[in-house]
C-alpha cells in the first residue's frame, strides 16, 4: 500500500506541500499525531507517518519514538492498536529487541481464532478478514513470516457471499466493500486468487461520478471505501482506467486547503486516515493512463 501512496504527488501537483504541512500540525508535542478530538492516538499516529513517508517527508522519529515507548511491549493494547504499535515502530525504522517481538506476536496469536484465522477478540470461533489483514500486517512489520497461512485462508474464504463479495460473517447474500478488499489482498498475499467475480462486485460499486460506496445500500461514496477497492482491483489485475477520472474528481472533491480530506460528501472534518486513504487512492489513479 505505501508503495503505491508514495506515487500520489504526481496528482496532487502544487497541492502537495499543503498535504505535507497539514499531516505535520497534527503532530501534538508529545509525538502522537492527533485523533478528531486533537488527542495523540497511536491509530491516527500510523496514517500520520504512512502519510508523510508517501510525501518523503522526514518523520519526527525521536519526539514519535518516545510517544510510542509508553506502549511498552504492547500488554495493555488490545488487538487493532497491536498492529498499530508493530507499524509505527516499522514507519520509524527503530529495530525492536527479540524480546519484544515474541511478546507482541504473543499478544497477536492469543486472537488465532478456532476456524484458523484472526479474530479482534480473544477465543473467538471466527476469524475476520480485517483481523487477519491487521495480523499478517503486524508479523511483516515486525520482521516475521505469519504461522499457519493456510489456516488464514480457509478462515478468509468461509466469509465469500454469495454474490462473490466478502462479509463480517458467514453465509451472506452480499458483503462490504473494505471487507472484501481486506479478503482480496489478504489472499493474494497468501498465493490464493479470489474468483473473477469478486472484481466485477467491486467495479459494480463505483458511484457513475466517481468514488466507491461501502456496499450496495450504501447512499453516498467514501474515501475509505475507494482507496481499498482501488487497491484490491489493482491485486486483482482488473483494469481500472475508465474509472480515472472520475475517481479523481471524486478525490478531489473531499480535499480542503487546510491540506487534509474529509472522508464523504457529509463529513465536517479532517484528519490523517481519511488523508492517507486520499493518497493511496490517487496513486493508484496515477497509475492510469489519462
Same mark, same amino acid.
Given at each position: 500500500?505505501?508503495?503505491?501512496?508514495?506515487?500520489?504527488?504526481?496528482?496532487?501537483?502544487?497541492?502537495?506541500?499543503?498535504?505535507? $504541512?497539514?499531516?505535520?500540525?497534527?503532530?501534538?508535542?508529545?509525538?502522537?499525531?492527533?485523533?478528531?478530538?486533537?488527542?495523540?492516538?497511536?491509530?491516527?499516529?500510523? +496514517?500520520?507517518?504512512?502519510?508523510?513517508? *508517501?510525501?518523503?517527508?522526514?518523520?519526527?522519529?525521536?519526539?514519535?519514538?518516545?510517544?510510542?515507548?509508553?506502549?511498552?511491549?504492547?500488554?495493555?493494547?488490545?488487538?487493532?492498536?497491536?498492529?498499530?504499535?508493530?507499524?509505527?515502530? $516499522?514507519? @520509524?525504522?527503530?529495530?525492536?529487541?527479540?524480546? +519484544?517481538?515474541?511478546?507482541?506476536?504473543?499478544?497477536?496469536? *492469543?486472537?488465532?481464532?478456532?476456524?484458523?484465522?484472526?479474530?479482534?477478540?480473544?477465543?473467538?470461533?471466527?476469524?475476520?478478514?480485517?483481523?487477519?489483514?491487521?495480523?499478517?500486517?503486524?508479523?511483516?512489520?515486525?520482521?516475521?513470516?505469519?504461522?499457519?497461512?493456510?489456516?488464514?485462508?480457509?478462515?478468509?474464504?468461509?466469509?465469500? $457471499?454469495?454474490?462473490?463479495?466478502?462479509?463480517?460473517?458467514?453465509?451472506?447474500?452480499?458483503?462490504?466493500?473494505?471487507?472484501?478488499?481486506?479478503?482480496?489482498?489478504?489472499?493474494?498475499?497468501?498465493?490464493?486468487?479470489?474468483?473473477?467475480?469478486?472484481?466485477?462486485?467491486?467495479?459494480?460499486?463505483?458511484?457513475?461520478?466517481?468514488? +466507491?460506496? *461501502?456496499?450496495?445500500?450504501?447512499?453516498?461514496?467514501?474515501?475509505?471505501?475507494?482507496?481499498?477497492?482501488?487497491?484490491? @482491483?489493482?491485486?486483482?489485475?482488473?483494469?481500472?482506467?475508465? @474509472?480515472?477520472?472520475?475517481?479523481?474528481?471524486?478525490?478531489?472533491?473531499?480535499?480542503?486547503?487546510?491540506?487534509?480530506? +474529509?472522508?464523504t460528501w457529509a463529513d465536517d472534518?479532517?484528519?490523517?486516515?481519511?488523508?492517507?486513504?486520499?493518497?493511496?487512492? @490517487?496513486?493508484?489513479?496515477?497509475?492510469?493512463?489519462?
Open positions: 500500500m505505501l508503495q503505491v501512496a508514495r506515487l500520489a504527488p504526481t496528482e496532487l501537483g502544487e497541492s502537495r506541500d499543503l498535504v505535507a $504541512a497539514f499531516l505535520r500540525d497534527r503532530i501534538n508535542p508529545d509525538g502522537g499525531f492527533q485523533d478528531r478530538s486533537s488527542e495523540s492516538d497511536l491509530y491516527y499516529t500510523v +496514517f500520520g507517518l504512512d502519510g508523510l513517508i *508517501a510525501l518523503q517527508e522526514e518523520l519526527p522519529v525521536d519526539r514519535t519514538a518516545s510517544y510510542l515507548e509508553k506502549f511498552g511491549d504492547g500488554q495493555r493494547l488490545d488487538f487493532v492498536h497491536l498492529g498499530c504499535l508493530a507499524r509505527a515502530w $516499522a514507519a @520509524l525504522r527503530r529495530p525492536r529487541s527479540p524480546e +519484544f517481538i515474541e511478546a507482541m506476536l504473543s499478544r497477536i496469536e *492469543a486472537h488465532r481464532s478456532e476456524d484458523g484465522g484472526y479474530a479482534t477478540t480473544r477465543r473467538s470461533r471466527q476469524g475476520s478478514a480485517y483481523a487477519a489483514f491487521i495480523a499478517l500486517g503486524a508479523y511483516q512489520d515486525l520482521g516475521r513470516e505469519v504461522p499457519d497461512p493456510e489456516g488464514i485462508v480457509a478462515s478468509v474464504q468461509a466469509l465469500r $457471499a454469495a454474490d462473490g463479495s466478502y462479509g463480517h460473517f458467514r453465509g451472506l447474500a452480499t458483503g462490504i466493500t473494505t471487507v472484501t478488499a481486506a479478503a482480496v489482498t489478504v489472499l493474494r498475499h497468501l498465493g490464493e486468487t479470489p474468483e473473477r467475480d469478486t472484481g466485477m462486485w467491486l467495479l459494480d460499486r463505483c458511484h457513475a461520478n466517481g468514488g +466507491f460506496f *461501502a456496499s450496495p445500500s450504501t447512499p453516498v461514496p467514501d474515501l475509505l471505501s475507494t482507496a481499498t477497492a482501488l487497491h484490491a @482491483l489493482s491485486a486483482l489485475h482488473v483494469p481500472i482506467a475508465g @474509472l480515472r477520472e472520475p475517481c479523481l474528481d471524486f478525490v478531489d472533491s473531499l480535499w480542503t486547503n487546510r491540506g487534509g480530506f +474529509f472522508g472534518d479532517v484528519d490523517c486516515e481519511y488523508t492517507y486513504y486520499a493518497l493511496l487512492a @490517487l496513486g493508484h489513479l496515477s497509475l492510469q493512463p489519462s
